[in-house]
C-alpha cells in the first residue's frame, strides 16, 4: 500500500491507495465519528456498499444510493443527499464517505460541504478517473446551464482508494482515467510519461495501477498545495480541458468520456503548444499511445466557431479573453492569452488535421 | 460615521456605518469589479435598489429580486440567484451585493460563497436585526426540515450599513432587532445594556442607532474572531436561541419576528442562569423594558413537551444532551449541559410565570 499526505488550507490529509482496503475502513478514518452516511451511487452501491457497511464497527451507519451518471450531479440529488442526512440524524461530528466515481465524490462533497455549514467527509474513489477530482478539494454541481458551476474549495478529511475497485471498470473507463494520468504525467513528470507510453491499457496489474495513481495524486497534491483556490498555477491541470469541457458541452455527456474528450484536448494543447513554442513536442508519440490503446481520436464534423464560443463560455474565462494552458516542453507547462481569431485558425486547422489522420487510418486499414 | 474591521480566517473586512452611505456604494467597495449582482427582495426594491444602481459607475451592474420573508430562503431562491448570475455573465471578479435584511443576507450569501465556488459579496444590511447576521460569515438556505441547515462560513468583503434604511422599518422589526443589540449586551458590555435599558424605541435617532449598531457589531465581531465556525465560544451568540428557536419552529414563523422569540427566550435563560449559578440577574429589570417597548410576552398555551422537543431537533445539539448558554453576570457568559428532565421542569416553571405575570398585567390594566 502506498501513503501519501495532501496540504490543504485547513488541514493535512491522508491518502491511501492499496488493496483490499474497504474491508478495512475503520482502519483509514481520522477519528471517530458520532454516525457516518455513506453516498454511492446505483451501480457501486452492487459491488461494494457492503463490504464498506461491513468494514465499520459504528452503530449509526447509513447509505444512500444516488442514480449513476454525470445528470445525477444536479441540485435535486444534492438537496436528496441533505434530507438523508436531516432523516439519519447527522450532526456535526458526523462523517459522510462518497464511496464512488468523481459525479458521487464531487455532489456528496458538496454536501457534506454544506450541511450544518460544513462536516467531515471522506472520499472513497472506485474510478481511475476519480483519482484526481478525489483529492484538491473541489466540490460541486452542474448547473443546467453549466458544469461545476455551484460549488466549495472544501477539502476531504481522508481519501481511502482500494484499486480493487477499479478491476470492474470498463475499457472505456480505463481509458478515460488514464487521459487525466497522461495529463499530469504532461504537465510535470517525465518518467512517468515514459511509463505511461509503455503501457498497455488492457494488462494493468495492481502494483502497476497502485503507483500510477499515487505518481498522478502527488503531481496534482504538488499544484493544488500551492494554489488551492485556483488564483494562478492550478490553472495548469486545466491542460487539455479547455477544448475537453467545450466538446463535452456539445456532445451532452453522451457516449464520450470525460477523459476521451480531454485526451482530444491534450493533442490540441500540444500542437498549439509547438506552434507558440516553435519547439517539438511528442504529439506523434501521444497519439500513436492513445491510437493502440483505443481511444476515439475521429471527432464528428463541427462548426469551429460553436466550438470556440463553447470554450469561451467555460467559468474559467476571464474577462471573455481565453487563457489556454500549454506546454513548452514535458513538466513545463505556461498559460497563454490568446485572441479569438488565433484559437479559430487552430481549432480549422486541428479538425483538419484530425480528419485527415483518420482517413489514413481507414486507408491503411483498407491496405 | 463610525468604521469597524472584522477579522475572519480568510481576510479582514471593513463594516460602515453611517447616513446616505447607500448614495456613495462605490466609495466602499474593496477593489474594482467585472460585473456587479445586487440581489434584494420585493419590499427593499421599492425604496432603495435605485440609490444604489445609481451609485454605481460599473457598466455591468445588474438586479435580482428574490420574494419577501423567511420562506423565501430556500433552494430554489438559492438556484435562481445561480440562474441569474450565470445569464448576467459573473465571473471569477464579479461582485454580489446583498442589500436587504437577513433572509436576503444569507441566501445571497450562500449563492456568493458557491457561485463558481466562491466570489466576493457584500452586505448592505437594511433591517437593525440584520447588523448581527450580516457580519461573522455564516450564510445559509433552510431546509425543508430545518432552518439554517444548508450554508457555508464566508466572510463577506465588507458591510456597508446605511442606517437611513431603517428609518422605513415598523415596530415589529425595530424590536426584532434590539432583541439581538440586548443580547449582545448580556453578552458582553455592561455599558450597553444600560444605554439600551434607557432607551425609548418610538424615539430612536440617527447616531443613537449608529452606536448601538456599532457597539452591537464589535460585540459579535470579537467573539467570531476568536472562534469562526463555531468550535466553542460562538456557541454564546445562542444566549436566548434555544427556546427563540424551538418557539420559531413552533410558530412557523408567523406573527411573531425572530427577535420577538428571542426577547423571550433572553428572559428565560436569565431565570434558568438565577437557578443554576444561585444568583441574581435583573430579570425585572429587562421584563419591564421588555413590556414598555410593546415586546408581546403574552406565550400562547404550549405543550412543555413539545417545546423541549423542538429544543432537541436545533444543529447545535450534540449527541441529544442539550447545551444552554447561560449567564453567570452581565457579560460572564457560560455553555451548560442539562438534562431533559431538569430543561423540562424550567420550562413548565417559565410558562407558569410567565402566565401569572401577563394575568397581573390584566388585571392592573383593568383596574
Not at 143 to 153: V, Y
Request: proline share 3%; hydrophobic share 40%.
Amino acid at each position: 500500500m502506498n501513503k501519501t499526505q495532501v496540504k490543504a488550507a485547513t488541514h493535512t490529509y491522508p491518502v491511501s491507495i492499496g488493496e483490499n482496503l474497504r474491508h478495512h475502513t475503520e482502519d483509514y478514518l481520522p477519528k471517530d465519528y458520532s454516525s457516518i452516511l455513506i453516498v454511492t451511487d446505483a451501480s457501486v452501491s452492487d459491488y461494494y456498499l457492503s463490504d464498506v457497511m461491513a468494514s465499520l464497527s459504528n452503530k449509526n451507519v447509513f447509505s444512500h444510493a444516488i442514480p449513476s451518471g454525470e445528470k445525477a450531479k444536479n441540485i435535486d440529488t444534492f438537496y436528496e443527499i441533505q434530507t438523508k442526512a436531516i432523516e439519519c440524524g447527522l450532526d456535526r461530528q458526523s462523517l459522510i464517505i462518497a464511496l464512488g466515481g468523481g459525479v458521487v465524490g464531487d455532489v456528496t462533497g458538496f454536501a457534506a460541504a454544506t450541511y450544518m455549514r460544513g462536516i467531515d467527509f471522506i472520499q472513497m474513489p472506485t474510478t481511475i478517473l476519480a483519482h484526481d477530482s478525489s483529492v484538491g478539494g473541489k466540490v460541486a454541481i452542474n448547473h443546467a446551464h453549466a458544469k461545476n458551476m455551484i460549488g466549495n474549495f472544501y477539502a476531504p478529511a481522508a481519501v481511502i482508494y482500494d484499486v480493487e475497485t477499479l478491476y470492474t471498470l470498463n475499457a472505456k473507463e480505463v481509458r478515460s482515467g488514464y487521459a487525466e494520468l497522461l495529463k499530469e504525467a504532461l504537465l510535470a513528470d517525465k518518467d512517468l510519461y515514459d511509463a505511461l507510453m509503455k503501457t498497455d491499457l488492457t494488462s494493468l496489474y495492481s502494483q502497476k495501477l497502485i503507483n500510477h495513481l499515487t505518481k498522478g495524486i502527488e503531481i496534482k497534491a504538488g499544484i493544488v498545495e500551492v494554489d488551492e483556490h485556483e488564483a494562478g498555477l492550478r490553472k495548469h491541470l486545466n491542460l487539455g480541458h479547455t477544448l475537453g469541457h467545450a466538446l463535452e458541452s456539445i456532445f451532452g455527456y453522451g457516449s464520450w468520456t470525460h477523459g476521451e474528450l480531454v485526451a482530444i484536448g491534450l493533442l490540441f494543447s500540444l500542437r498549439v503548444s509547438e506552434h507558440a513554442y516553435s519547439t517539438n513536442l511528442p504529439f506523434e508519440e501521444v497519439f500513436t499511445w492513445l491510437k493502440n490503446n483505443d481511444y476515439p481520436l475521429q471527432l464528428p464534423e463541427l462548426d469551429p466557431e460553436t466550438i470556440l464560443s463553447k470554450m469561451k463560455s467555460d467559468k474559467k474565462t476571464l474577462n471573455s479573453k481565453i487563457q489556454l494552458v500549454l506546454l513548452q516542453a514535458i513538466g513545463q507547462p505556461a498559460l497563454m492569452e490568446i485572441s479569438d481569431e488565433k484559437l479559430l485558425k487552430h481549432i480549422q486547422d486541428f479538425q483538419l488535421e484530425m480528419k485527415q489522420r483518420s482517413e489514413q487510418g481507414a486507408e491503411q486499414y483498407e491496405k
